[in-house]
């Protein structure tokens, strides 16, 4: 499956963005998505996942309550509603997709996503 995220941006801190990642080849129904993100200098870290069936969700504590995960798989596209955006939420943001996770801690590894978009960058200014 293809990737392609879109929707980053620059924002004041206190704003809103969305995030979208369309997905092209396979039937993205089947995948499980997730969003991560890496500012400059840092590691890569997990944001937010939705199953591919029972779309349960997972949040890094920093995301709780700010940021919403949701797909629909019927346009193909996963999205990552952002707001009350910080300046420390300044990062490349990328979604990523699994056709199976192993084990509950997976969710939240960059290793375990087979596929790959190319990233958006958000900026946010305080």
């Known amino acids: 499956v293809q990737l392609q995220a879109s929707g980053g941006g620059l924002v004041q801190a206190g704003g809103s963005l969305r995030l979208s990642c369309a997905a092209s080849?396979?039937?993205?129904?089947?995948?499980?998505m997730a969003w991560f993100r890496q500012a400059p200098g840092k590691e890569r870290e997990f944001v937010a996942a939705?199953?591919?069936?029972?779309?349960?969700?997972y949040y890094t504590d920093s995301a709780k309550g700010r940021f919403t995960i949701s797909r629909d798989d019927v346009r193909n596209t996963g999205y990552l509603q952002m707001n009350s955006l910080e300046p420390e939420d300044t990062a490349v943001y990328y979604c990523?997709?699994?056709?199976?996770?192993?084990?509950?801690?997976?969710?939240?590894?960059?290793?375990?996503?087979?596929?790959w978009g190319q990233g958006t960058l958000v900026t946010v200014s305080s």
């Open positions: 990523a997709a699994t056709a199976m996770i192993k084990y509950a801690a997976a969710w939240r590894i960059a290793s375990e996503y087979v596929y």
């Open positions: 080849g396979r039937t993205f129904s089947s995948y499980h």
């Open positions: 939705i199953s591919s069936r029972s779309r349960t969700t």
